[in-house]
């Protein structure tokens, strides 16, 4: 994965997700139905490679202001799961340099999913801390990134399934009815075209980690 080159606007200030994509997200969770034919079309999209990609404008984002956002988004829910949400930030995170929308919407699918399958009771976990990236390829070296981390106490991932996760529709047999199994794939995607990388620990029985590297600036 060839991360992103250095932005030209390190120095400008962090900003935080559109409304647009707030309300957007909220929608998906009153009506998830309706939210699975855009995910989906992003998905198939995503399978025709274009060999000239538009340029994007990169602005830089502040992490713990987007975890905030998305958790605050997704409270409701875990009350209504009886599922205690906690988040928590390092001091002095560097912006992100990222799309917001896109980032939003990962974490959503991601946060969505371990609050679907923590029970009554239980226990999800979103933090953010300071991490590094290879700067290319190969590289000794490492850049600024910062990873943000969904814990939860569900009933965890049985070894075998661990390599079909991020497939498409793919749903361990005795989950299948809670959805479509896209959502972390098209989260993978999103992640992946702000330059980052998405990571999975599990212990059967102990609950699940999904983890989210994103590049940051140098600050």
């Known amino acids: 994965m060839t991360p992103l080159p250095a932005s030209s606007s390190d120095t400008a200030p962090p900003t935080r997700p559109s409304r647009t994509t707030l309300a957007a997200v909220s929608h998906d969770l009153k009506d998830p139905l309706a939210a699975i034919e855009p995910a989906l079309d992003f998905a198939l999209d995503r399978t025709t490679v274009d ?3 538009e340029p994007r404008a990169i602005v830089p984002v502040s992490a713990a202001e987007l975890v905030d956002e998305v958790a605050e988004l997704y409270a409701g ?27 939003l919407r ?21 933090r953010a801390t300071r991490a590094t990236r290879a700067s290319r390829a190969g590289a000794a ?79």
């Not at 959503?108 to 976990?125: C, D, E, Q, S, Y």
């Not at 959805?179 to 992946?192: F, H, K, Q, S, Y």
Request: proline residues 9%; charged residues 15%.
């Open 106 to 126: 990962a974490l959503g699918n991601l946060l969505g999913n371990a609050i679907k399958f923590t029970p009554h009771g239980g226990r999800v976990a979103v």
């Open 141 to 219: 070296s490492t850049r600024p990134a910062v990873t943000i981390a969904v814990a939860d106490t569900g009933p965890g991932i049985p070894p075998d399934a661990l390599p079909h996760l991020f497939r498409r529709f793919w749903q361990a047999p005795a989950t299948a009815h809670l959805g479509t199994g896209a959502g972390l794939l098209i989260a993978r995607m999103l992640v992946e075209d702000e330059g980052g990388t998405v990571g999975v620990h599990s212990l059967e029985g102990s609950g699940a980690e999904f983890s989210v590297t994103l590049p940051a600036t140098e600050r």
């Open 77 to 103: 829910v875990a009350r209504v799961c009886g599922v205690t949400l906690v988040v928590t930030c390092d001091a002095d995170l560097p912006a992100l340099v990222v799309r917001a929308d896109p980032v």
């Open 51 to 53: 060999p000239e990609p």
